[in-house]
Antibody, heavy 123, light 107 residues
Framework: QITLRESGPTLVKPTQTLTLTCTFSGFSLSTSGVGVGWIRQPPGKALEWLALIYWNEDKRYSPSLKSRLTITKDTSKNQVVLTMTNMDPVDTGTYYC???????????????WGQGTMVTVSS | EIVLTQSPGTLSLSPGERATLSCRASQSLSSTYLAWYQQKPGQAPRLLIFGASSRATGIPDRFSGSASGTDFTLTINRLEPEDFAVYYCHHYGTSRTFGQGTRVEIK
């Protein structure tokens, strides 16, 4: 069974750095063709893709947030970490991590998601 | 960066009716990299369709997807009570982006 679980602070202050951890099971990030990405959703609003890291360390970022994001992986711990700097109240929302499989048939769709973690940015 | 525009914003239908949701891309994209997700309140998105028209594992066959140029369509035949939710299209090519969503609500 494939599962992903997001963890991190529920409240951060403006200008602080947010660090979120995605801990997963049922697959390995050392397997060719596998990746883990992050997506967020402000309350009542649409999904927004943030970042993705692949088994081979290839990393992709949202162009609009690239300067604030860093994604890393710890294969031995089955974890992916996302850091976002200079947090602002508009960054409030639910943050999800999801598995990506490059190979057929999904060719890169995010097929399994975590339940998400709510982050509030407020002083 | 590709922009995905979904329409309508809200669709009000009765159980048993057909829902037709649209997703238009701002530029040409391969249908291989277009997915649809369903999201219910308080839940994570669930993959319905990948490659524009392939159903994900366990998805009922009343859900179908199609593509024509830069226009992508999700059709839900014979709406069931559990189908009332928000639906997002998603491009997952070199860049990744989501549409703004279509809410399917009970009329």
């Amino acid at each position: 069974q494939i599962t992903l679980r997001e963890s991190g602070p529920t409240l951060v202050k403006p200008t602080q750095t947010l660090t979120l951890t995605c801990t997963f099971s049922g697959f390995s990030l050392s397997t060719s063709g596998v990746g883990v990405g992050w997506i967020r959703q402000p309350p009542g609003k649409a999904l927004e893709w943030l970042a993705l890291i692949y088994w081979n360390e290839d990393k992709r970022y949202s162009p609009s947030l690239k300067s604030r994001l860093t994604i890393t992986k710890d294969t031995s711990k089955n974890q992916v970490v996302l850091t976002m700097t200079n947090m602002d109240p508009v960054d409030t929302g639910t943050y999800y991590c999801a598995r990506v499989v490059v190979a057929a048939p999904v060719f890169g769709a995010s097929d399994v998601w975590g339940q998400g973690t709510m982050v509030t940015v407020s002083s | 960066e590709i922009v995905l525009t979904q329409s309508p914003g809200t669709l009000s239908l009765s159980p048993g009716e057909r829902a037709t949701l649209s997703c238009r891309a701002s530029q040409s994209l391969s249908s291989t990299y277009l997915a649809w997700y369903q999201q219910k309140p308080g839940q994570a998105p669930r993959l319905l369709i990948f490659g524009a028209s392939s159903r994900a594992t366990g998805i009922p066959d009343r859900f179908s997807g199609s593509a024509s140029g830069t226009d992508f369509t999700l059709t839900i035949n014979r709406l069931e009570p559990e189908d009332f939710a928000v639906y997002y299209c998603h491009h997952y090519g070199t860049s990744r982006t989501f549409g703004q969503g279509t809410r399917v609500e009970i009329k």
